[in-house]
């Protein structure tokens, strides 16, 4: 029935009325918005559903809704935050695959903004990794920024997820960078910093995580290095130094007891496909640092002729990666 047949009838007052065609008005944008987001594939979650991620619900100024493509992080599952310089060195981009890896080998779920330097190179190491990568935008999550990393931007869609507080179409402005960072902080159980100048936005989000009572994290680096100021001035002022990623799976994963386990169970089983002689040749190589075929031979007492067939095995089961001139490398997921 019409509104003015209501009327004409005296179902309703013109008051009650007006609340009425208000409220049928507010319905159809609200379903419109909603049908649009859904063609799009963007989700919407208000702080009130049970499936917004607890981790933002207490944190100071929490965001009241999130929009997302792909999913959100499992409130079940432990996750860190990676962040950095966006112009970082070869050794801060090296440092950063190998920690971002491991961490999601482990099980934990790596929080990212997708930036370029630290923070894409996080995303791009751990996205196929067990605990998988999520970032969290500046702009809508329908606009990929920087547009360099539109690559990992759809692979996060597919197997982790872009998340932003920002409507949909919202371009990047300045102000939405550092106010984003909150969340970054937010969604994570710890904030692991790798490579920061003095004074760069990297600290802000250390303020956010601080005050959200996170466990912060440094790599830390050569004094005379400006790319580690930051870095080296958190772990003087209180930051926990970091020179292996157990140092941070260890203290992250004591808080889910159950996941220890299943990753040490996970680790038997892995071991459990190598003959004698790998494990002998996996214990000598290294994920960053290229080792000799003399090396290897010199310290596993296997011989060179015998050395190759072995390498040649694990190669082709991607455990192994051939670098230049018969040096060696460890697959990351090994």
Do not use: W
Not at 53 to 69: Q, V
Not at 241 to 261: A, C, F, H, N
């Amino acid at each position: 029935m019409k509104i003015s047949e209501m009327l004409q009838r005296r179902i309703v007052n013109e008051e009650q009325a007006s609340r009425i065609a208000f409220e049928k008005d507010n319905e159809y944008k609200i379903q419109k918005c909603y049908d649009e987001l859904e063609q799009r594939d963007i989700k919407f979650i208000t702080c009130t559903e049970k499936e917004f991620p607890k981790k933002l619900k207490n944190i100071p100024d929490a965001p009241k809704y999130l929009f997302y493509k792909g999913k959100l992080p499992d409130d079940a599952l432990p996750s860190v935050s990676i962040i950095g310089a966006r112009k970082c060195d070869e050794y801060g981009a090296q440092m950063t695959k190998h920690f971002a890896a491991k961490l999601s080998q482990a099980g934990i779920q790596i929080i990212s903004g997708m930036a370029d330097g630290i923070d894409g190179i996080a995303g791009r190491a751990s996205v196929n990794e067990v605990g998988g990568s999520f970032a969290v935008l500046g702009t809508g999550v329908d606009n990929c920024f920087p547009a360099a990393n539109y690559d990992l931007y759809k692979e996060l869609i597919q197997k982790g997820g872009v998340i932003s507080e920002y409507v949909p179409k919202t371009p990047g402005k300045k102000y939405h960078f550092p106010r984003r960072n909150r969340i970054i902080s937010g969604l994570s159980d710890g904030l692991f910093v790798i490579q920061a100048r003095l004074h760069s936005g990297t600290s802000i989000t250390v303020d956010c995580a601080l005050r959200q009572g996170k466990d912060i994290f440094c790599l830390p680096g050569r004094i005379t290095d400006t790319l580690s100021t930051g870095t080296n001035l958190m772990i003087r002022d209180g930051a926990r130094l970091v020179i292996d990623p157990d140092d941070i799976i260890s203290e992250i994963l004591g808080k889910y007891k159950q996941l220890i386990l299943n990753f040490n169970q996970k680790q038997k089983e892995i071991e459990d496909i190598f003959s004698p002689d790998e494990k002998k040749i996996l214990s000598c190589l290294d994920e960053v640092k290229a080792v000799h075929l003399d090396e290897i031979s010199e310290k596993t007492e296997i011989p060179i002729t015998a050395l190759y067939g072995i390498l040649f095995t694990l190669i082709s089961r991607k455990i192994v990666i051939e670098a230049d001139n018969n040096c060696y490398l460890k697959a990351v997921r090994f």
